[in-house]
């Protein structure tokens, strides 16, 4: 058990570890009491639960007073069972595997079943407790948890006081899913079960850090495999990813993505974060092999490594190139100016192909973020630029497999770009610009004005859908995840 490995940890880090008894008992019964986070101060509160259904892999435990039927907990609980819970373990779990503990092999089927183990549950099911998230939602501000997995809830159960906060686990693998707005509409259940297995992504990853005993991933690798765990389930695009791709801020042209995750003062840019992670990870799934297709998000999620060298490491099978993050990044941003490219393009994604329209920018040079790129325009074929720093550059051109890497960098498009891999500090670069951005390519004209209508996304409509670490701080969980290493 997690809980037993605990004790001789917290000396290491100079954790104090002290029950705290602010609640009453939380011990679930047919009608019991779960801790929850409410997500606009990261503080904990008791919810009254009753468990409406009981699946062969999940219990449903609802929140009181929520409206949530009998008949509405029997479905989630056959659809995780059957559907879920299946394609989620396919794609990142690791299966048939061992973990020593204390000289003892246990052995599991599965990353789901070891986290049952992990702490004390002898029925191999997930608690899943659909609940109004403290969110401070209204139809007016239109953002709101859908849902989320809190590692603290893998300590023993209770509350604890830890570097001067409090933390109240359950003492159960769980995850937490909205039902205000989130389970309003009949629509937005198909949103209900792709939160099931972005979330579930999450607890896997999770505890395969810690039966690895490595690092957290890096969030932009986390969140990136929890936004392909929803296109997994739900067979196509998050509709959400798509149509923010609008760029309705034009955040999304001057660079912003992904790899800084959350490195903008306005809340709402963090959807640019979830829309440029997921086209990354779908990209780099179309450039795989059929046979590398069937485990490549697996192989990232048990990596050694557990920053970018997660992803280079997998990468290099599909083109060794790929094994330099500068290399995998500079291509990934050639796909995104021209998606329609049959060597580095989003080969086989006929709609993807049509809705990626990231336009050239204005200007002389640009601050740019690790990971950040942008395009400018090259008039008269060429443009000369040297490398300073970690900017690097490269030359597009329409029709053609040929990326330019060398100054004068030839073609119809420069692509500027920070390829440093380093973004913990997150510090700004100086990129050179052409000054140039009111000329189009022709063969991005001519696709763009065909573009069928059935290709076109849907206009956005609020609510937002807005991940609870992004509003608690993702290192607010630092300790807790250090204790149960």
């Known amino acids: 058990m997690i809980n037993l490995k605990i004790i001789p940890v917290m000396a290491l880090f100079s954790v104090m570890l002290a029950s705290c008894d602010l609640f009453p008992d939380s011990t679930p019964s047919p009608n019991g009491f779960f801790y929850a986070r409410n997500t606009t101060n990261n503080s904990f509160y008791m919810v009254e639960a009753e468990m409406l259904c009981e699946g062969e892999k999940c219990e449903i435990w609802v929140e009181t007073g929520s409206g949530v039927t009998a008949r509405e907990a029997k479905n989630i609980a056959d ?45 191999g099911k997930l608690t899943i407790l659909l609940l109004d998230i403290k969110d401070g939602y209204d139809e007016e501000s239109g953002a709101y948890v859908a849902g989320y997995f809190d590692s603290v809830n893998f300590l023993e159960k209770g509350s604890y006081k830890i570097n001067d906060r409090i933390y109240c686990s359950n003492g159960r693998d769980m995850i937490y899913v909205d039902t205000n707005p989130g389970m ?16 579930l992504q999450h607890l896997i990853n999770f505890v395969t850090c810690h039966w690895l005993d490595k690092d957290s991933t890096d969030t932009w690798i986390n969140e990136g495999l929890s936004a392909y765990a929803e296109y997994l389930y739900l067979g196509d695009h998050p509709q959400d990813r798509l149509v923010w791709l609008s760029d309705p801020r034009n955040t999304i042209k001057t660079g912003n993505n992904f790899f800084v995750w959350d490195n903008y003062p306005n809340k709402l840019t963090i959807l640019d974060d979830y829309a440029t992670v997921y086209l990354f990870f779908r990209w780099l799934y179309l450039q795989a092999d059929a046979e590398l297709q069937t485990h490549i998000f697996r192989d990232i999620s048990n990596s050694a490594y557990s920053d970018y060298r997660a992803v ?36 086989g994604d006929e709609k993807l192909k049509k809705i990626i329209k990231i336009a050239p920018i204005s200007g002389n040079n640009i601050e740019l973020y690790p990971g950040e790129g942008v395009y400018s325009i090259i008039r008269n074929g ?68 065909q573009q069928p209508e059935n290709q076109q996304p849907e206009k956005w409509t609020r609510p937002y859908v807005i991940d609870a670490q992004d509003l608690l701080g993702r290192d607010r969980d630092k300790p807790i995840r250090q204790l149960l290493r």
Request: no cysteine.
């Open 184 to 199: 309003k509409e009949a629509e937005q259940l198909k949103q209900v079960y792709a939160t099931f297995a972005h979330e």
């Open 312 to 347: 280079t490491d997998v990468a290099r099978n599909i083109k060794f190139a790929y094994l330099s993050w500068t290399s995998l990044l500079r291509t990934w941003l050639a796909a995104n100016y021209y998606p329609e490219n049959a060597d580095y393009g989003y080969k």
């Open 382 to 449: 060429s443009y000369s630029a040297s490398n300073a720093g970690n900017i690097r550059y490269a030359g597009l051109t329409a029709n053609t497999d040929y990326v330019d890497e060398i100054s004068p960098y030839s073609g119809d498009t420069l692509l500027t770009f920070n390829a440093n891999y380093d973004n913990s500090e997150g510090e700004r670069e100086t990129g050179l610009l052409t000054g140039f951005s009111s000329s189009v390519s022709v063969s991005r004209m001519a696709a763009e004005s």
């Open 79 to 123: 659809e995780y069972d059957a559907i879920i819970r299946p394609r989620i373990v396919d794609a990142f779990s690791e299966k048939d595997f061992s973990y020593s503990f204390r000289g003892v092999k246990y052995d599991f089927d599965d990353m789901l079943d070891y986290a049952n183990w992990l702490v004390d549950g002898t029925t």
